[in-house]
């Protein structure tokens, strides 16, 4: 048996099933662990089998996490026990696609498409968002179709003060992405997507078309990244929940703008922007 832990917000939980899924796919017997969100005080808990319908999810015991994980409190006295894996870095780790990890216990995020690159075709269909029942949803998705549409996400709230994360997705960086997207996308229409839409407003530089969009929150929330989906190209911000957002978007001409370094200090992952995404 196989248990993948999940654990964080949207995006994080989307990088940790979709290793999980590909996990799966190699015929091992595995499951998830979601016994965290019990005490999770954080963004709105263990999401995704409330939001996507097509997820094949199979959920670890108590019991099936004690024997591979041990118990928390002789973890602390003991150490982790042989069958559990802690990822130490974000980069990609090739030896758990080319090794038998059978009876392991993995925690991690896991933020790389190459460990799901091989049932990509799967992951997009798991991860089909249901249908709009929103007003304002339901107006924006055919506009967004239409259009050249570009999706710019400005994640501030706990980023602004974060020493892993902040100052990373400065004015700067969203100027020079959204000046390469006019020099090379004809009449772009721009969507921003924000916890901090005021901020917006008054720094992007947008003097073009340009729709904020601050109508889905709490429970809702995950509408922005099925917009996001939607749209033709993208500015992502460091952050796993625009990640997905450009990457369901299944145009194969999209540019996709990240930035540079998805975190402060030495262990940025490198591994988490595609070669094909443009990082400024």
Not at 60 to 80: E, H, Q, W, Y
Not at 230 to 255: E, R, V, Y
Request: aromatic share 16%.
């Amino acid at each position: 048996m196989i248990i993948v832990k999940v654990l964080g917000g949207l995006g994080n939980q989307m990088f940790q099933y979709a290793f999980y899924r590909s996990l799966k796919e190699r015929n091992y017997v595995a499951k998830i662990d979601v016994q965290s969100f019990n005490n999770y005080k954080l963004h709105n808990g263990f999401e995704l089998n409330n939001i996507f319908r097509n997820i094949e999810a199979e959920y670890a015991s108590k019991k099936d996490v004690n024997r591979l994980a041990g118990n928390p409190i002789r973890r602390r006295i003991f150490g982790f026990k042989r069958t559990y894996y802690r990822e130490t870095t974000l980069r990609f780790n090739s030896d758990i696609q080319h090794s038998d990890v059978d009876n392991t216990y993995f925690q991690g995020y896991w933020q790389s498409e190459k460990y799901f690159s091989n049932i990509e075709s799967i992951i997009r269909r798991e991860f089909e968002f249901p249908p709009f029942d929103e007003v304002e949803n339901i107006r924006l998705e055919p506009l967004i179709r239409l259009q050249n549409s570009v999706s710019i996400h400005v994640r501030r709230g706990d980023y602004v003060n974060h020493p892993l994360y902040s100052n990373i997705c400065t004015e700067q960086y969203y100027s020079r992405a959204i000046e390469y997207i006019m020099n090379h996308v004809n009449t772009p229409y721009f969507y921003v997507f924000s916890d901090d839409i005021v901020w917006c407003r008054k720094n992007l530089d947008l003097s073009t078309q340009v729709e904020y969009i601050d109508w889905n929150n709490g429970q809702r929330s995950y509408r922005d990244m099925q917009l996001m989906s939607f749209c033709k190209h993208h500015i992502i911000a460091n952050s796993t929940f625009s990640w997905w957002g450009a990457w369901l978007n299944p145009n194969p001409d999209k540019i996709v703008i990240a930035p540079k370094r998805f975190m402060n200090g030495e262990n940025d992952a490198i591994d988490l922007v595609p070669d094909r995404w443009l990082r400024l």
